[in-house]
């Protein structure tokens, strides 16, 4: 299985920004998918993730009320939607993914060592 991250760039602050993350050469409606973030010398942090049906999304507390994650399993694609940028969430944004039905998405899945399958990171900039 391939991840494929894009939609990264340059946004000022109070922007918004939509992240996608193709997959191929799996079963992507079976993958659980994460997103995390690695800000300059900091370690990757998870971000949100969604189960294999889209219905249930989960968030990290620095990011809930301004980012979603919606899927598309039809066309093998994750979003993450990113609204009321700030400086600090300036960081290379990775998707994550991994087998498993989980009903609730939250029961599943905060540490980067829980994905099987990474995409490559795109990078998000956001100017003060």
């Known amino acids: 299985v391939q991840l494929q991250a894009f939609g990264g760039g340059v946004v000022q602050a109070g922007g918004s920004l939509r992240l996608s993350c193709v997959a191929s050469?799996?079963?992507?409606?079976?993958?659980?998918m994460g997103w995390f973030r690695q800000a300059p010398g900091k370690a990757r942090e998870f971000v949100g993730g969604?189960?294999?049906?889209?219905?249930?999304?989960y968030f990290a507390e620095s990011v809930k009320g301004r980012f979603t994650i919606s899927r598309d399993n039809a066309k093998n694609t994750v979003y993450l939607q990113m609204n009321s940028l700030t400086p600090e969430d300036t960081a290379v944004y990775y998707c994550?993914?991994?087998?498993?039905?989980?009903?609730?998405?939250?029961?599943?899945?905060?540490?980067?060592?829980?994905?099987?399958?990474w995409g490559q990171g795109t990078l998000v900039t956001v100017s003060s």
């Open positions: 050469g799996g079963t992507f409606s079976s993958y659980h």
């Open positions: 994550g993914g991994r087998r498993g039905n989980y009903p609730v998405a939250s029961r599943c899945c905060y540490q980067h060592s829980d994905y099987t399958y």
């Open positions: 969604v189960n294999w049906s889209g219905g249930s999304t």
